[in-house]
C-alpha cells in the first residue's frame, strides 16, 4: 500500500508577515518620553574673568536637607515634606520683615505696571540651598523639588493676580518675565555628600 502524503502548509510567506507585524507594532507604538527637572544653568563664565568671591548674609539662605534616611531638616527645623511649601513661602516673602528672613530690595522693575507701586517691586534676597545624602531615595528627592518649585509658582500666581489680575499661566510672555524678575527661582543644589563615610 502506497503511504499517503499529509498536506503541508506552505511557509514561505511566512518571513514576509513577520516583517511586516514587526513594522506595523515599530510604526503604532508609542515610546515613553523621559522627563526631568526644568532648571536653567547659568550661562558659562568667560575664561578670562576673574573669580569674585560673592558674599552672602546668611539670613538670605535657607538650607533644606534631606538625609539618607529620606528625612528633612529645613533651616534648623525637622518637617514634614507636605510643611516644606509653607515654610518657603514664609521665608522668601518675610511677611513681618523678621530679622531672621531674607532682606528685600525694592526695585524698579522694566515692563511693571507704573500703576503698580510706579513700577517698583520689593524683590527678595532670599536663596534655597538644596543639600541631600547620596543614600536619599529619588522619590523623596523629586518630592522635595515639587515641593520647593510648587512654592515659587504659588507666589508667581499671588504676584500677577495682585499685579496683572490674573494666573501667571494667563499671561504673556511678557508679563511672565516681569513676573520671573519680579520673583526669581532661586535654588542652589549641593553636591551630594556621603555622610555615612566619615
Do not use: W
Not at 535657607?62 to 510643611?83: C, H, Q, T, Y
Not at 543614600?135 to 499685579?163: F, H, P
Amino acid at each position: 500500500m502506497a503511504k499517503k502524503k499529509t498536506p503541508a502548509i506552505n511557509s514561505s510567506s511566512t518571513a514576509d508577515i513577520a516583517f511586516l507585524l514587526l513594522c506595523y507594532f515599530l510604526m503604532t507604538t508609542t515610546m515613553g518620553s523621559q522627563t526631568g527637572l526644568q532648571r536653567r544653568l547659568p550661562p558659562m563664565p568667560d575664561p578670562n574673568q576673574k573669580v569674585q568671591d560673592q558674599k552672602v548674609n546668611r539670613r538670605n539662605i535657607i538650607v533644606v536637607k534631606i538625609n539618607s534616611a529620606d528625612r528633612l531638616l529645613a533651616g534648623s527645623k525637622p518637617m514634614d515634606v507636605s510643611e516644606l511649601k509653607d515654610e518657603i513661602k514664609i521665608f522668601l516673602t518675610n511677611p513681618a520683615n523678621d530679622p531672621n528672613l531674607p532682606e528685600r530690595e525694592d526695585k524698579v522693575v522694566e515692563g511693571l505696571p507704573t500703576s503698580y507701586r510706579g513700577g517698583h517691586y520689593a524683590i527678595s534676597k532670599g536663596v534655597i540651598s538644596l543639600q541631600n545624602d547620596r543614600g536619599t531615595s529619588y522619590a523623596a528627592y523629586i518630592a522635595v523639588q515639587n515641593e520647593l518649585v510648587k512654592a515659587i509658582n504659588e507666589l508667581r500666581d499671588d504676584a500677577s493676580m495682585t499685579i496683572y489680575g490674573k494666573k501667571f499661566l494667563n499671561l504673556s510672555e511678557d508679563e511672565q518675565d516681569v513676573i520671573k524678575e519680579c520673583i526669581p527661582q532661586n535654588i542652589s543644589e549641593a553636591e551630594p555628600k556621603d555622610v555615612a563615610k566619615k
